[in-house]
């Protein structure tokens, strides 16, 4: 009985080392050095190879490293009637709505123009823009996108929040569904995008949906990088229908050093950071799956397959 850390880009020791102190005597293989494959009955994984799973004949679980599931959904091969699981912890939505509230209150306060001024030693004063006055609008209210409206709404914000089925968020103006999408963005002055990546959310930030939001909008994505179709975003900042945008995720990570949102003046970026999960914080919820999926017992935090997330 073996569990198989399977993960690319990134390093495997910090969740082997955890693991480990968890679970000591846990017989851990570390990918592409796995032994025999029929040994394995549980994988760890973050964007694995395509087409791996379906050499392990025993596997029980597939449990993801982190709250999305796509990247391993995307895989053709994926062996049939094994059940995944996604990380569901306190910290990803604490981290989460640390990252939002840091670059709404940024734009809020101009910022970035205060930073440019100081390297021009300029003292120009711009009037902040008041949390009662701007309407956020947060596309998928789970366990992140629920946090933060609820968090943001307590800041004063004018949060709306858009979903797929209702939902009731204390202080929040909820909306669900393709019919009221529209009505859900003419609210939005500042759009947070944390849905998970399906065929129905793929694309979604795109050229028609900018067009909905309020003018001189502003994006933040920390969803999917292909959530966001790329050439609308550039359109629209400069158009001027969106005033800037600040992204964690994107279609290729690492971004290309070519890309152009490196050096766009009203894009941010930062590398995928908004919500890191923590080893230390998940391994016992991976543990105990592990544990469950060896008795066959209902697992932590299984994705609906169908549903894609
Ligand atoms: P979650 O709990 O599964 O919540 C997803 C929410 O999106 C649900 O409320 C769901 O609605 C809604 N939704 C799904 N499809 C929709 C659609 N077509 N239209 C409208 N709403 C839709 O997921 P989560 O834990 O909040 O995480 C969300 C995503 O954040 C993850 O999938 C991952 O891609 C991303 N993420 C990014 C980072 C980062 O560091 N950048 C970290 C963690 C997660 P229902 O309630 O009706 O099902
Ligand atoms: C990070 O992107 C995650 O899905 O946890």
């Given at each position: 009985m073996a569990l198989l850390v399977v993960i690319t880009g990134y390093q495997a020791t910090p969740w082997v080392s955890k693991l480990q102190a968890f679970e000591p005597k846990l017989d851990i293989r570390v990918w592409p050095e796995v032994g025999d494959?029929?040994?394995?009955?549980?994988?760890?994984?973050w964007r694995h190879p395509m087409g791996?799973?379906?050499k392990y004949r025993?596997?029980?679980?597939?449990?993801?490293?982190?709250?999305?599931?796509?990247?391993?959904?995307?895989?053709?091969d994926l062996p049939?009637?094994?059940?995944i699981t996604r990380i569901v912890e306190p910290s990803m939505p604490q981290s989460m709505i640390e990252y939002v509230v840091m670059v709404v209150l940024n734009y809020c306060r101009h910022y970035d123009l205060y930073r440019k001024q100081q390297i021009e030693q300029q003292w120009l004063l711009k009037i902040p823009i008041l949390a009662r006055n701007v309407g956020i609008g947060i596309m998928g209210l789970g366990q992140l996108g629920g946090d933060a409206?609820?968090?943001l709404s307590h800041l004063g914000f004018q949060v709306a929040g858009w979903n797929r089925t209702p939902k009731i968020i204390n202080g929040v103006k909820t909306f669900s569904g393709d019919d009221q999408l529209n009505e859900f963005l003419a609210h939005t002055r500042i759009l947070i995008c944390l849905l998970p990546l399906t065929p129905g959310t793929k694309d979604i930030l795109n050229r028609d949906l900018f067009d909905k939001l309020q003018p001189g909008a502003y994006v933040i994505n920390v969803a999917r990088g292909e959530h966001l179709v790329e050439q609308d975003l550039l359109y629209a900042l400069e158009t001027g229908q969106l005033s800037g945008a600040c992204l964690d995720v994107f279609r290729t990570e690492p971004l290309?050093?070519?890309h152009p949102f490196w050096r766009h003046p009203k894009i941010v970026v930062t590398p995928h950071i908004s919500s890191l999960t923590i080893p230390a914080a998940v391994v016992p919820q991976i543990i105990e799956n592990y544990h469950r999926a060896l008795s066959g017992n209902p697992l932590l935090n299984e994705v609906d397959i169908r549903r894609g997330y």
């Open positions: 494959p029929d040994e394995i009955d549980f994988a760890l994984t791996e799973f379906k025993n596997l029980k679980c597939i449990a993801s490293m982190g709250a999305g599931v796509e990247h391993i959904l995307c895989d053709p049939h009637g094994v059940p409206a609820e968090k290309p050093k070519d």
